[in-house]
């Protein structure tokens, strides 16, 4: 149970599991000298509209790796089959309204990102989930059954989330849009969503997101130009570690210059 006195109005909540197939025990994985989740925690952080952040884990390692860099931690089952269940059991000890589903595995997610979310629903009372696009400026991206692509109506509805490219460009292009995986929910749709029924578009795509859509959610999708980099595998924290050695390296003053 998430300990608090001042109950938040919009809570962000940090999934994060200790048993991954491809990186065990990846949310404690060093990243430029820090466990992974405090990168992810430190820049959600830097969000205007959240009232309150979380690590949300069933694991004791995580936990203490979290309350060691100040972070506030929600124990929660360790039978959840998603990071959204685990969000859900979160939202469901408080009363904030707004529940933003961060990802774990993200550790250079933008704040502005997580704004531009939230702001689809503080915006618009009758919106009751919300996620984010970018345009794919990488071909090799379109063809990527890895990367998700998403189409949208001229509300900013999604129309359709898959793997493969979407739309089919048979006259003029209208160009490619990648999904990327941060949900924003009010407190209701959130609390229901494992039970809604799982429909066989769902099934097909592995895409969970489908379930709103299959069930007659709108998902109202915000562009946005931050390009998600995630860690699944330690290749690919050796990958975003190349990253934060090269920023750090171009934030070093030039011993030539002045």
Known sequence: MLDSNVPPSILGVIPARFASTRFPGKPV????????IQHVWERASQSKYLSRLVVATDDDRIA??????????????????????????????????????IQGDEPLIDPDAIDAALLTLLDDPNCQMA?????????????????????????????????????FQRGQSAGYFKHIGLYV???????????????????AECL???RALENGIPIRVAETGYDTIGVDTPEDLAAVERIFASSISLSQPNENDG
């Open 64 to 101: 203490s790796a979290a309350r060691s860099f100040g972070a506030q931690v929600a124990m929660t089952r360790s039978d959840h089959a998603s990071g959204t269940d685990r969000a859900a059991e979160v939202a469901d000890s408080t009363d904030a309204n707004i529940i933003v589903n």
């Open 131 to 167: 996620s984010l696009k970018r345009r794919i400026t990488d071909d090799r991206e379109i063809h990527n059954p890895n990367v998700v692509k998403v189409v949208t109506a001229s509300s900013g509805d999604a129309l359709y989330f898959s793997r493969s490219p979407i739309p």
């Open 29 to 36: 994985a060093i990243l430029a000298g820090k466990p992974l």
């Open 208 to 210: 969970e997101q489908l």
């Open 185 to 203: 929910y009010r407190r209701d749709l959130l609390l229901s969503y494992s039970s809604l029924p799982v429909g066989p578009l769902e099934k």
